[in-house]
């Protein structure tokens, strides 16, 4: 009986160790921005910018407006590119992860300001 006893004490040891390692991952920070351009043409010039820079494309769906790319560094960078209509053009947001971590939104400005000179919309 003791030792019965002894083994379900260890058991649940284990299992109270192992659930304790669970975390939940915060939701990753977004960068916006809205520029004049037709959702279509924000997300071919946000393809274009993407691989210019290095990063594979994932999936990119022009109905959705929603591309998801990869850049393989250590640890690797995952951003998603995501486009809404807005009343002035399109709304475009990015955000992203690294190594499992969100990415601080100001990584992406130089990655917005790319975007807004493929669409020739530098101020």
């Known amino acids: 009986m003791s030792r019965l006893?002894?083994?379900l004490l260890v058991a649940s040891f284990v299992?109270?160790?192992v659930g304790g390692c669970a975390t939940t991952s915060a939701a990753?920070?977004?960068?916006t921005l809205v520029v004049e351009a037709e959702p279509s043409t924000a997300l071919e010039a946000g393809v274009a910018m993407l691989t210019a820079r290095g990063f594979v494309i994932r999936r990119a769906d022009v109905d959705l407006g929603d591309v998801e790319?990869?850049?393989a560094a250590r640890p690797t960078l995952e951003v998603r590119y995501r486009l809404e209509a807005a009343?002035?053009?399109t709304r475009v947001t990015l955000s992203g992860r690294r190594g499992g971590q969100p990415v601080p939104p100001y990584v992406?400005?130089?990655?917005l300001i790319d975007v807004q000179e493929r669409l020739g919309e530098l101020p």
């Open 28 to 31: 990753p920070q977004t960068r």
């Open 108 to 111: 992406f400005d130089t990655l």
């Open 87 to 89: 009343e002035q053009g």
């Open 15 to 17: 299992v109270l160790s």
């Open 5 to 7: 006893l002894g083994v």
């Open 69 to 71: 790319a990869v850049l």
